[in-house]
Structures are given as C-alpha cells and as structure tokens.
C-alpha cells in the first residue's frame, strides 16, 4: 500500500483548513457561528482524508464552493441583509440535511 495519496491529501486538506481559518478572522462572523462553520469544516476534511464519507463528498466538500456563489446571487436582489443570511443558513441545512440522508444511504447499502 503506497502511503503518498493519504499524505498528498492530509497535507492538502490542512493547508486548505488553515487558510479557511486565517479567512474566516475577517470575516464578519461571531465567535460562536465561526466556531460552528470552521468545526464542520474540519470534520468534513478528517471525514474525506480518512475515506469516510466517500458517497457525499460532492455534498461536503463541493457545495461549498456554491455559497459565494449564491452570495454574490443573493447580494443582486433587493433583500436586506438579515434575509439573505438567512437563505444561505437555509441552503447549508438543506446541504448538511441531504449530505446525512446520503451517508445513511451508502451505509446502509454496504
């Protein structure tokens, strides 16, 4: 067994971990939903190094790379702020939701 794909992304999951991190200081979160976003973050990452959850790696790991996207959606309409933070909290816990009943699934059909 070569040991250079689990290496290869441990060291690539914690670069990307620590700059979300160093990211996530300027951004204008509260302490608690900082903690809450970065927390789910690292276990997703630990999740994939470790080859858990293969099945919803698009879930996990992809989906966030829509949030700036629905962001930058969200910021052309005429919402006001508490309201497009709200629909993105709502998308995340679809995500999560659907990401959960897709691990379900694979585990139960192993």
């Given at each position: ?45 630990c ?36 309201r ?27």
């Open positions: 067994m070569s040991w250079r794909k689990p290496i290869t992304f441990g060291l690539s999951f914690g670069l990307t971990l620590l700059t979300v991190v160093w990211l996530s200081a300027y951004l204008p979160l509260s302490g608690r939903r900082r903690g809450w976003l970065l927390g789910i973050f690292a276990v997703d990452c999740a994939e190094v470790a080859g858990f959850l293969k099945p919803v790696h698009a879930l996990g790991l992809h989906g966030v790379l829509v949030l700036p996207a629905l962001a930058w959606l969200l910021s052309r309409t005429g919402w006001d702020e508490t497009r933070t709200r629909t993105v909290a709502v998308a995340v816990a679809v995500a999560v939701y659907g990401a959960s009943v897709a691990a379900a699934a694979a585990y139960s059909l192993v």
